[in-house]
């Protein structure tokens, strides 16, 4: 499903929110709504919105079922590992979740030396650090190459997320030294079977960010999203050789593309970011959905232009609550 004309048909049918007369907003993310339930649940709301740099840009159709629908399959795909937060899907972009004591960090596991924020390894090392993340980096890495093996990269959750190294995250009491191997070993886990799943689809995960919490009953399940494009780096594995040997970038299928998009606008740090234009809006509409097909095996299928996508999310989230005690 990449035809533009279709596209185009939904370029003023995106889920830039949703509002919930019986309900309260309890948080508004840069891309999901959330509500809680008294039951001890939440609904969360995937819409539409692009952010990157810690701004949104603006909507992408089919972004929300993308994330939400690849979300849900990864979390199937590991479930034997760990547990997640997910209680329901009642809706292309909706799923109830487990209400958690989020724990205050982005575990980002790692494969290759790229990225582009602040925080990412590549940035780091090519401004002179040696030993980030409390590891050591040799000499002569060269930007998108593989490290010697992956490798955890934390980061802060916070207005700006900031490196931590496992060694601080123990001692100012994020987690105990028990905890956090625990989650050091899962992450790895996730990760050799997300790149696992994604080399047979021609894929290679890069890197990507898992978020964990902790249920009322103390049980670590993973949370978020996982294996998303807006969590992760894919590249296609046909192409990399090649474009490597020509000091190009790899040939990706993930948000890179909106964030190397921004960086040839600005400088996202110093700068306002534009809005995307709508040959822009088009063109990454066509790399979520082929990304989804790539890494599910799964075709794409968008929702009948009827109702709107905000009355279907309603009517969905309020069939549901009825349904409850």
């Not at 089919?62 to 547990?83: P, R």
């Not at 980096?137 to 900031?162: C, R, S, Y």
Request: aromatic share 8%; with cysteine.
């Amino acid at each position: 499903m990449s035809h533009t004309p279709e596209i185009e048909q939904r370029l003023t049918a995106t889920l830039v929110g949703v509002d919930l007369p019986t309900l309260q907003c309890r948080h508004r993310g840069k891309v999901r709504d959330n509500f809680d339930l008294a039951d001890g649940s939440r609904i969360v709301v995937s819409t539409d919105r692009i952010s990157v740099f810690d701004t949104v840009i603006g909507c992408i159709p089919f972004k929300g079922q993308i994330l939400n629908q690849m979300a849900l399959y990864w979390f199937q795909q590991t479930a034997d590992i760990v547990a997640n937060h997910v209680r329901a899907a009642i809706d292309p972009n909706v799923v109830v979740v487990e209400q958690l004591s989020m724990i205050p960090l982005e575990v980002i596991v790692r494969a290759y030396i790229t990225g582009t924020s602040r925080t990412s390894l590549w940035t780091l090392y090519k401004a002179g650090a040696r030993t980030l993340y409390g590891l050591c980096f040799a000499e002569g890495l060269q930007e998108n190459h593989p490290l010697p093996q992956p490798v955890i990269t934390p980061t802060t959750k916070g207005a700006v997320d900031t490196p931590i190294s496992p060694a601080d995250i123990v001692t100012n009491g994020v987690l105990s030294s028990k905890q956090w191997e625990r989650i050091a070993d899962i992450a790895m886990r996730l990760f050799a079977r997300g790149s696992a799943i994604a080399r047979r689809r021609g894929l290679i995960l890069a890197d990507t960010k898992y978020e964990f919490g902790f249920a009322t009953d103390g049980r670590l399940m993973v949370a978020d999203e996982i294996h998303t494009p807006d969590s992760s780096r894919y590249w296609v594995a046909d192409t990399y050789e090649d474009r490597l040997s020509r000091e190009e970038r790899p040939e990706n299928l993930d948000k890179d593309f909106a964030r190397s998009w921004v960086l040839a606008c600005c400088d996202p740090y110093h700068q306002p970011i534009p809005m995307l234009p709508l040959e822009k809006v088009v063109d990454f509409t066509r790399r979520y959905v082929s990304l989804y097909e790539a890494v599910t095996g799964i075709a794409f299928l968008p929702p009948p232009l009827t109702p709107p996508i905000h009355s279907r999310v309603r009517e969905s989230i309020e069939r549901y609550c009825a349904t409850l005690p």
